[in-house]
């Protein structure tokens, strides 16, 4: 499926949106990496360490806990990933640590979230359309709060989905189900716009709702 821009988005006879959020209504990408250098700075008062060997380390980690977890909402947890990282790397009570950096991690993660333009102008013509939006994400629900309240999405905003609500991470169709019926309407009566080609856009289509694939800037 081709990427498209949020203007070419068709809202004729739609009467719900489905939505992701991380690089679909901000820049995940460039965020995570500010709040990873974050941490990372952090991290060096307690064990200095290059950020490329961090990085390495992190990156590691994610494949351990969805290697050992799969796809399911705590693989996504970045207290579990500090905590791994920390214990390879032999931390006392990295429990502690961990939680720190969590807090670390997210206040910045939210300082640097900046809704997308073109997004927000989607969001405006959803309302001003009294089409409802309904977020469907893989991440918690008080952390997707705090991304929508920090960039003042939540006006725009009136239902949210999150993977830790039903225990299962996209593609899984009971997220877009819920969705629908947190809506109150059929899946012909639904779009889905999201960033990912298999967890937004074949989920939702596998319910037969018509997704958008948009390009965000990454
Ligand atoms: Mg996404």
Same mark, same amino acid.
């Given at each position: 499926?081709?990427?498209?821009?949020?203007?070419?988005?068709?809202?004729?006879?739609?009467?719900?949106?489905?939505?992701?959020?991380?690089?679909?209504?901000?820049?995940?990408?460039?965020?995570?990496?500010?709040?990873?250098?974050?941490?990372?700075?952090?991290?060096?008062?307690?064990?200095?360490?290059?950020?490329?060997?961090?990085?390495?380390?992190?990156?590691?980690?994610?494949?351990?806990?969805?290697?050992? /977890?799969?796809?399911?909402?705590?693989?996504?947890?970045? %207290? @579990?990933?500090?905590?791994?990282? +920390?214990?390879k790397n032999a931390i006392p009570k990295p429990y502690l640590l961990a939680c720190k950096l969590e807090e670390i991690y997210f206040k910045n993660l939210y300082k640097k979230a900046k809704a997308d333009p073109q997004a927000l102008l989607f969001l405006k013509e959803c309302r001003r359309q009294k089409i409802p939006v309904c977020l469907v994400t893989d991440l918690f629900g008080t952390?997707?709060?705090?991304?929508? /309240?920090?960039?003042?999405?939540?006006?725009?905003?009136? %239902? @949210?989905?999150?993977?830790?609500? +039903?225990?299962?991470?996209?593609?899984?169709?009971?997220?877009?189900?819920?969705?629908?019926?947190?809506?109150?309407?059929?899946?012909?009566?639904?779009?889905?716009?999201?960033?990912?080609?298999?967890?937004?856009?074949?989920?939702?289509?596998?319910?037969?709702?018509?997704?958008?694939?948009?390009?965000?800037?990454?």
């Amino acid at each position: 499926m081709a990427c498209i821009h949020f203007p070419q988005i068709d809202l004729t006879h739609v009467k719900g949106v489905l939505i992701d959020l991380d690089n679909t209504l901000y820049c995940f990408s460039s965020a995570n990496a500010y709040a990873l250098r974050k941490v990372h700075a952090f991290l060096c008062k307690k064990r200095p360490m290059s950020y490329a060997a961090f990085e390495k380390e992190y990156e590691a980690g994610w494949k351990r806990l969805f290697g050992s /977890l799969g796809s399911v909402p705590s693989a996504h947890s970045r %207290f @579990i990933l500090f905590q791994s990282v +920390l214990e390879k790397n032999a931390i006392p009570k990295p429990y502690l640590l961990a939680c720190k950096l969590e807090e670390i991690y997210f206040k910045n993660l939210y300082k640097k979230a900046k809704a997308d333009p073109q997004a927000l102008l989607f969001l405006k013509e959803c309302r001003r359309q009294k089409i409802p939006v309904c977020l469907v994400t893989d991440l918690f629900g008080t952390v997707q709060t705090n991304k929508l /309240l920090r960039m003042k999405l939540d006006k725009y905003v009136d %239902f @949210i989905v999150t993977n830790d609500e +039903l225990g299962v991470d996209k593609p899984h169709p009971s997220l877009f189900q819920r969705g629908l019926e947190k809506l109150g309407i059929s899946a012909k009566e639904a779009i889905m716009v999201g960033d990912n080609p298999e967890n937004d856009i074949k989920g939702a289509q596998a319910l037969g709702i018509r997704s958008y694939l948009v390009e965000t800037d990454k």
